[in-house]
């Protein structure tokens, strides 16, 4: 199987103060094209700063992380903004959704930076909104909707710009387990039809187990990966 990304031996060490913490201790893993793999573990094990480590969004202390053929770990800042906003979709465990802005606005707002009017923009938010359930939700704000729509928004915003991966840390964290399964399954439908890849950090193994494969981590190794089966 083709691979999508390849991590290999990064090691994150954070320093605090005088304390060095060892987050990631030789990891090395590979995602398929089009695969949906969940990443668990305990708290503190490395998940998040696994997960940042791969988007680019804090560098490595050691080891390689290469996407679609591109080395992650040497690039510069510039090429890390440009290579997310190219290849990148993030979901987060909080929404952040601007308060001020409707629905669509939120998630318009993904389409800027790439010179397109503002009436095409609110027209491909308007159909992303539409396929993750929100169409008579388009003009509510995030006050005006409940936390589950808010999170669909917020899934609505990343994958907008159609981004080959998406990365998500709890992307159900804060919602309750019924809303959080919905909020799996809508992020699978999407994915398969737009043929993205996924990775899902979750500490909830329920949700986990909707993944192709679990990758499960502990003090900031990988301890073993196991792939699902299906029904
Ligand atoms: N910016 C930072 N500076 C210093 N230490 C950090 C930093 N970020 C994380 N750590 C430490 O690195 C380790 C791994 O943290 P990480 O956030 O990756 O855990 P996690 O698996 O995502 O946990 P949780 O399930 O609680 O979100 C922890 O011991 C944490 O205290
Ligand atoms: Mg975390």
Do not use: C
């Given at each position: 199987?083709?691979?999508?990304?390849?991590?290999?031996?990064?090691?994150?060490?954070?320093?605090?103060?005088?304390?060095?913490?060892?987050?990631?201790?030789?990891?090395?893993?590979?995602?398929?094209?089009?695969?949906?793999?969940?990443?668990?573990?305990?708290?503190?094990?490395?998940?998040?700063?696994?997960?940042?480590?791969?988007?680019?969004?804090?560098?490595?202390?050691?080891?390689?992380?290469?996407?679609?053929?591109?080395?992650?770990?040497?690039?510069?800042?510039?090429?890390?903004?440009?290579?997310?906003?190219?290849?990148?979709?993030?979901?987060?465990?909080?929404?952040?959704?601007?308060?001020?802005?409707?629905?669509?606005?939120?998630?318009?707002?993904?389409?800027?930076?790439?010179?397109?009017?503002?009436?095409?923009?609110?027209?491909?938010?308007?159909?992303?909104?539409?396929?993750?359930?929100?169409?008579?939700?388009?003009?509510?704000?995030?006050?005006?909707?409940?936390?589950?729509?808010q999170q669909r928004v917020g899934i609505a915003r990343a994958l907008v710009v159609n981004p080959k991966i998406i990365f998500a840390d709890e992307p159900t964290g804060n919602l309750?387990?019924?809303?959080?399964?919905?909020?799996?399954?809508?992020?699978?439908?999407?994915?398969?039809?737009?043929?993205?890849?996924?990775?899902?950090?979750?500490?909830?193994?329920?949700?986990?187990?909707?993944?192709?494969?679990?990758?499960?981590?502990?003090?900031?190794?990988?301890?073993?990966?196991?792939?699902?089966?299906?029904?």
């Open positions: 199987m083709p691979e999508i990304i390849k991590v290999d031996k990064v090691h994150k060490i954070y320093r605090v103060g005088e304390t060095l913490v060892h987050a990631l201790a030789g990891v090395s893993m590979q995602v398929a094209r089009g695969e949906f793999v969940a990443i668990t573990g305990p708290s503190g094990s490395g998940k998040s700063t696994l997960l940042n480590m791969l988007a680019g969004l804090e560098p490595v202390t050691a080891g390689e992380i290469i996407i679609g053929g591109q080395h992650i770990e040497s690039m510069n800042e510039n090429e890390l903004v440009r290579f997310r906003r190219e290849n990148i979709g993030f979901i987060f465990q909080s929404y952040n959704l601007i308060p001020t802005m409707t629905a669509e606005e939120n998630v318009a707002i993904s389409l800027m930076f790439r010179g397109e009017s503002r009436s095409l923009r609110l027209e491909k938010a308007r159909k992303m909104l539409a396929l993750v359930g929100l169409s008579d939700r388009a003009q509510n704000k995030p006050s005006q909707m409940s936390g589950g729509q309750d387990s019924k809303s959080g399964a919905e909020v799996i399954a809508l992020i699978k439908k999407v994915v398969r039809e737009q043929k993205q890849t996924v990775v899902m950090v979750t500490h909830d193994l329920a949700l986990a187990q909707q993944a192709d494969r679990i990758i499960y981590i502990k003090d900031g190794r990988i301890v073993k990966q196991e792939t699902t089966t299906k029904d």
